[in-house]
């Protein structure tokens, strides 16, 4: 089967209601702590897109077996550090960054080496930010030039640390506050503003952990070795994956969608805050609270008249995934939209600001582009009208997704390459698109 698609017409006019898939960051992190729980936890609604099929693949070939029963997942955990690991063995996280960082946590008292691996992309990722903290925590890691593979052993001498995390990572939060989960004694987090998942989960799992929300901070004190019973988790839509449709519907003329059911965690909308901010009309319905997580629909309108923004770098943390498409919008909006501080776009899982940055030039827009901030000269009027290839960029899905968005909404005949990228987050993007209207060959 070819591994890429045409598309040669923008999209009509739409009015439809839609899922997207489930999200990729709570399938995995749910995935994880069923793991470690005391019981059979069951997860509904689970995200099968390969880096959580990678994550039960993990936790599988660790001795903790998985069933999955009318579209549920049963994972039946031994509580803490109840891996059945007897010799030395390989784990392969794929492409998911997440996965990777955040199972190097759960493996602090490994009794046989562990060996992580992963694809070519993932291998070109700088894991020092998380080995830092591990080491601190006394567990045996050895890397080549701080990337994969690693090899980690884990210790019987664990000791709690207090970690100040200053890039506002997620993952490496994470990372710290699984590892936690078997380290004797109080961890404390003194972390940057970011997505707050992990700590969420242990909150809705009556794990001993205390959140304090400062204005620019997130303190956490996490105590180690306390149990925890298996839990029933549905794991809502994915607001990374309902970001390209909501621009989609903003910039296809008369338009309107409903994506039910989405995570809107503040830590993760900062797009809706910023494409507002542009003149944008979404407005979120029937919101509610489930398991420390805020759930919503979000109602989208297309709009003909987007300004520009100057992005608070407050809101990168909250964005991050979704940059590629915020810039699309920029492209199409009335004057000169700033962006500032947006170097871990690259630390994805490809050089992302600077694909952004030649996507951007390739479609005609000017960008100036100073470190890592940028000025996008936008432009309303801007309507394409010949070929143009999209070539493979080390398989990264949110490269692939933002391609097929320009040319719906800006016109052209364009060929895009790798259409299996799309597994990794978003496996049913291109049917939700042939749904409310997209020609694709």
């Not at 080995?131 to 925590?137: S, V």
Request: aromatic share 8%.
């Amino acid at each position: 089967m070819p591994n890429h698609i045409f598309i040669k017409k923008k999209i009509k006019s739409f009015k439809e209601k839609i899922r997207v898939s489930s999200d990729k960051s709570i399938s995995i992190r749910s995935v994880l702590l069923a793991s470690q729980a005391v019981g059979v936890s069951k997860i509904s609604n689970l995200l099968e897109s390969e880096d959580v099929i990678n994550a039960l693949k993990t936790i599988k070939k660790l001795g903790i077996n998985y069933t999955k029963k009318r579209g549920i997942y049963h994972i039946e955990g031994f509580g803490l550090n109840g891996f059945n690991i007897k010799k030395k063995i390989n784990i392969n996280a794929g492409n998911s960054g997440t996965l990777a960082r955040l199972i190097l946590g759960l493996l602090v008292k490994s009794k046989f080496k562990v060996r992580l691996i992963g694809d070519k992309s993932l291998s070109r990722r700088d894991f020092s930010r998380v080995i830092k903290p591990l080491r601190l925590f006394g567990v045996n890691i050895k890397s080549k030039n701080n990337k994969l593979p690693i090899e980690i052993l884990g210790s019987d001498f664990l000791r709690p640390v207090t970690y100040y995390e200053n890039i506002g990572s997620a993952q490496v939060k994470s990372c710290i506050l699984l590892s936690a989960l078997n380290t004797p004694g109080t961890t404390i987090i003194k972390s940057k503003k970011s997505r707050d998942h992990t700590e969420l989960m242990l909150k809705f799992l009556n794990y001993p952990i205390k959140i304090q929300k400062k204005k620019s901070f997130d303190k956490l004190s996490i105590q180690g070795l306390s149990q925890f019973k298996s839990f029933k988790y549905n794991v809502p839509g994915d607001i990374s994956s309902a970001s390209f449709f909501i621009v989609l519907t903003l910039l296809s003329k008369k338009s309107q969608l409903v994506i039910e059911n989405v995570n809107i965690n503040k830590s993760r909308v900062g797009i809706i805050t910023i494409l507002n901010k542009m003149g944008a009309n979404i407005k979120y319905k029937n919101k509610k609270l489930y398991n420390g997580e805020e759930i919503a629909d979000i109602c989208v309108k297309s709009v003909s008249n987007l300004k520009s923004v100057n992005c608070s770098p407050k809101l990168n943390s909250s964005a991050i995934d979704e940059f590629l498409i915020i810039f699309l919008a920029a492209a199409k909006a009335k004057g000169i939209s700033k962006f500032k501080n947006l170097g871990e776009m690259n630390k994805k899982e490809s050089k992302r600001l600077d694909l952004g940055v030649n996507f951007l030039k390739l479609v005609g827009i000017k960008v100036e582009r100073f470190d890592n901030d940028l000025n996008i000269h936008g432009n309303p009027y801007l309507s394409l009208d010949r070929n143009f290839e999209i070539k493979n960029f080390l398989k990264d899905h949110r490269i692939f997704f933002l391609s097929c968005i320009t040319a719906l909404t800006l016109g052209g005949k364009w060929k895009i390459n790798d259409k299996k990228s799309a597994n990794t987050s978003f496996p049913k993007f291109l049917k939700i698109i042939k749904k409310i209207g997209g020609k694709i060959n």
